[in-house]
């Protein structure tokens, strides 16, 4: 699973990686995160939204549906 989550964060456009690993994996607020990135925290909460989902989309689509043999 965790090279799975790798391959999914390399997928992403850099802005959606940046911000989903500022806020997920360093646990930045999203005020110091968008600090960091340099937009507004509108704009953050809107592209970590989009990042999580792309990753979601990603695994669905790579891994198999739990159960499955």
Do not use: F, N, W
Request: charged content about 30%.
């Amino acid at each position: 699973m965790r090279v799975d989550l790798v391959r999914a964060l390399e997928s992403l456009p850099a802005m959606y990686r940046e911000v989903i690993l500022l806020r997920d994996m360093e646990q930045l607020t999203i005020s110091e995160a968008a600090a960091q990135l340099g937009i507004t925290r509108e704009a953050c909460k809107s592209r970590l939204h989009r990042a999580r989902g792309l990753v979601r989309e990603y695994l669905q689509t790579e891994l198999p549906p739990a159960g499955a043999s």
